[in-house]
């Protein structure tokens, strides 16, 4: 009976042991690897300029490690830096010698840069950011309200461009949010424009100050 009890024990023991390392290896062969999180593409901003304000969607595609394509689409409206606003006795608000409403969308089309990206670490992150801003400049009578005149809008085309520097802040691999300052230089062409009676404007944008976020 002692020699049976020997015999089962040799044979069982290596059979316990290989089972142990075949539900080790079925174990590390079934490992998730982990799940990287994309850059978002996609991300929203609003501007503020000397002449107007607005929102834009923006549209990302990586060149590089720390370079960026970047297309988007504003809508602004645009003031001319000499208005002025009066109110009458009721409380109603006039412009005077104002003409026309002025509303601004460009195509921006740049490049966005981190500075020292490999250098520094940490999750802010100094940029700078230029380009080219194609844009339909659209017109309506401030002398009839505001949604009649919807129907009386005139069309013009203004070219220009804009650089800028700023910082980057990056929440996580797919958000981040940034505050960029730039110049803007978007010029009519072809047709002027104007806010006030006989007073053209030359530049439709000027400094800005822009708050963004990627989604």
């Not at 670490?121 to 844009?135: A, D, H, L, T, Y």
């Not at 806010?195 to 404007?201: C, E, F, G, P, W």
Request: aromatic share 14%.
């Amino acid at each position: 009976m002692k020699k049976l009890s020997v015999i089962l024990a040799l044979v069982l023991l290596p059979l316990c042991f290989t089972s142990a390392n075949a539900s080790d290896s079925l174990t590390s062969k079934t490992k998730v690897k982990p799940k990287v999180e994309k850059p978002n593409p996609w991300g929203l901003s609003f501007t503020y300029s000397e002449n107007g304000f607005g929102p834009t969607l923006n549209h990302y595609s990586s060149l590089n490690r720390n370079t960026q394509l970047i297309a988007g689409i504003s809508l602004m409206s645009v003031s001319d830096t000499r208005e002025f606003e009066q109110y009458d006795i009721y409380g109603q608000k006039n412009t005077p010698n104002k003409e026309n409403r002025i509303f601004l969308i460009p195509v921006n089309i740049g490049i966005k840069k981190q500075i020292f990206g490999d250098d520094i670490e940490g999750s802010i992150r100094p940029i700078v950011n230029f380009g080219i801003s194609p844009s339909l400049v659209l017109t309506n009578p401030y002398s009839r309200e505001y949604f009649n005149a919807m129907g009386y809008f005139q069309a013009a085309f203004a070219m220009g461009g804009y650089a800028g520097a700023g910082l980057e802040f990056s929440e996580t691999q797919s958000v981040a949010f940034s505050f960029n300052v730039n110049y803007s230089y978007v010029t009519p062409i072809g047709k002027d424009v104007n806010s006030l009676y006989d007073k053209n404007i030359s530049n439709l944008t000027g400094f800005q100050m822009t708050f963004g976020v990627k989604f």
